[in-house]
Each structure stands twice: as structure tokens, then as C-alpha cells.
């Protein structure tokens, strides 16, 4: 079943929540299971200043949201760019298989957020 490290994340998840304020955002859904997640980031100096996100979805995608925040928070947008689902689910100590597309759901909003912000930058 779930990772102690997945288990910890839903329970107690981090940076939760969505800013009002933010640079840019991305929303990305799971055509298969109907789940929907926003990630909000801020950008200060091309580097990911702070990361929140709002999701609606199951267990997993809560634990990989709260994950991916803690994973970009600090970096640069092309660091952000270069995170995998695979990082997302080896920090969370694994998936379960039946899971595994959760993990794609917080990868692919994040990329999609740093994109957002990169279009704007350039209007
Ligand atoms: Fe939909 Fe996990 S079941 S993201």
C-alpha cells in the first residue's frame, strides 16, 4: 500500500493552500479519474520564491502535491522544469503501481505554472 513518507505528506501536508498574490499558476487535470490540481508559484530572480497548490483528487495526489512543493521551493525555473513524476514518487519512497499516474498530475502542474510564468514574462 502507501509509503510511510505518502501516508506523512497527506496526513500533514505542506504549503497548502493558494496564493492570492501569485506569479503564475498552473491547473492541470486527470482526464481518467476526474481529479483537478492548481499549483501557484511566486518568482523572485528566476527562482521559485514560494509554492502553493489546491487539489482535489485522492490520497496520492494530495501527498504528491504537498511533495512537489517541498521539492521546487528555492529552485530555479529551469530546475523546476527538469523535475520528473519519477522524483516525485522516489521522494515519496514509491507508489503503489495503480498510482502511479498521481504522480503525473503535480509534475506536469508545476511545468505547466513555470510555462505560464515564462509567457507572461514574455507579453
Ligand atoms: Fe486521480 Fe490519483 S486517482 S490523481
Redesign the pocket.
Known amino acids: 500500500m502507501y509509503s510511510k513518507k505518502v501516508i506523512e505528506h497527506f496526513q500533514n501536508p505542506k504549503n497548502m493552500g493558494e496564493i492570492e498574490d501569485a506569479d503564475a499558476v498552473g491547473e492541470v487535470g486527470?482526464p481518467?479519474?476526474?481529479?483537478v490540481m492548481k499549483i501557484y508559484i511566486k518568482v523572485k530572480d528566476d527562482k521559485i520564491t514560494h509554492i502553493g497548490w489546491k487539489t482535489m483528487?485522492?490520497a496520492?495526489?494530495i501527498a504528491t502535491s504537498s511533495m512537489i512543493s517541498e521539492l521546487a521551493e528555492g529552485i530555479t525555473l529551469d530546475e523546476a522544469m527538469k523535475i520528473t513524476k519519477k522524483d516525485v514518487s522516489d521522494a515519496l519512497e514509491g507508489l503503489p503501481p495503480i498510482?502511479q499516474?498521481?504522480s503525473n498530475?503535480a509534475a506536469d502542474g508545476l511545468h505547466k505554472a513555470v510555462e505560464n510564468y515564462r509567457k507572461k514574462q514574455e507579453t
Open positions: 486527470n481518467v479519474c476526474g481529479d483528487g485522492c496520492a495526489a498510482k499516474h498521481c498530475l
